[in-house]
């Protein structure tokens, strides 16, 4: 069996039941910055990407759709999204989330020196902010 040729993460989609919430959560608190807004959907970069497709956050509204109702932890698979930073930034923005009044857990994974903070978005979803720490 040949390997895949997947260059890169396109997008990740997550449904919401709140679309302005989470909004602003991703772009006033996570610091996403928003691309394009439509009435049921908002879309966030992440980077550059790869061969023209920009990496993309995009929130859904489902609110109110045939499927089952409102979205709800206990009803996805999402285990957590993560985003990097740079290693210089992790003790600030760690002190800039908890002044933003969020708990803040951390860890470090030391088989591949990466050292973690972890928030929860206004509907529940973990949310990772990762760096590359030669020292972990």
């Given at each position: 069996?040949?390997?895949?040729?997947?260059?890169?993460?396109?997008?990740?989609?997550?449904?919401?039941?709140?679309?302005?919430r989470?909004?602003?959560?991703?772009?006033?608190?996570?610091?996403?910055?928003?691309l394009?807004?439509?009435?049921?959907?908002?879309?966030?970069?992440?980077?550059?990407?790869?061969?023209?497709?920009?990496?993309?956050?995009?929130?859904?509204?489902?609110?109110?759709?045939?499927?089952?109702?409102?979205?709800?932890?206990?009803?996805?698979?999402?285990?957590?999204?993560?985003?990097?930073?740079?290693s210089?930034?992790?003790?600030?923005?760690?002190?800039?989330?908890?002044?933003?009044?969020?708990?803040?857990?951390?860890?470090?994974?030391?088989?591949?020196?990466?050292?973690?903070?972890?928030?929860?978005?206004?509907?529940?979803?973990?949310?990772?902010?990762?760096?590359?720490?030669?020292?972990?």
């Amino acid at each position: 069996m040949s390997k895949t040729k997947i260059k890169a993460l396109g997008e990740i989609a997550l449904r919401v039941n709140d679309l302005e919430r989470m909004q602003e959560f991703y772009e006033q608190v996570i610091g996403l910055e928003l691309l394009r807004r439509f009435p049921k959907m908002a879309f966030f970069k992440i980077a550059e990407g790869y061969a023209g497709h920009t990496q993309i956050l995009a929130l859904f509204d489902r609110k109110g759709q045939a499927e089952g109702g409102e979205v709800s932890a206990a009803r996805t698979t999402v285990d957590h999204i993560a985003f990097t930073i740079e290693s210089s930034d992790y003790e600030a923005e760690k002190q800039r989330l908890e002044g933003l009044g969020l708990a803040v857990s951390t860890a470090e994974h030391n088989w591949v020196h990466w050292r973690s903070m972890y928030v929860f978005d206004p509907e529940g979803n973990e949310v990772e902010l990762v760096c590359y720490d030669a020292n972990v």
